[in-house]
């Protein structure tokens, strides 16, 4: 399965799954179902609920 790419609509961060997010302990490949419900953009603090897959 090929890994996507989540963008935050308020700040434009980008969650990749294919390199995860190590600094708030999340590892490369990492689907986006599975980093924590609780787990805010490190860019603008807001939720997963703000993020959108990329679409290329």
Do not use: L, R
Not at 39 to 51: A, S
């Amino acid at each position: 399965m090929e890994s996507q790419s989540y963008i935050c609509v308020v700040c434009g961060f980008v969650y990749n799954e294919e390199d995860g997010y190590p600094q708030d302990g999340i590892a490369p490949h990492t689907a986006w179902e599975d980093v924590p419900n609780g787990w805010i953009c490190p860019e603008c603090k807001v939720g997963k609920d703000q993020f959108e897959v990329v679409a290329i």
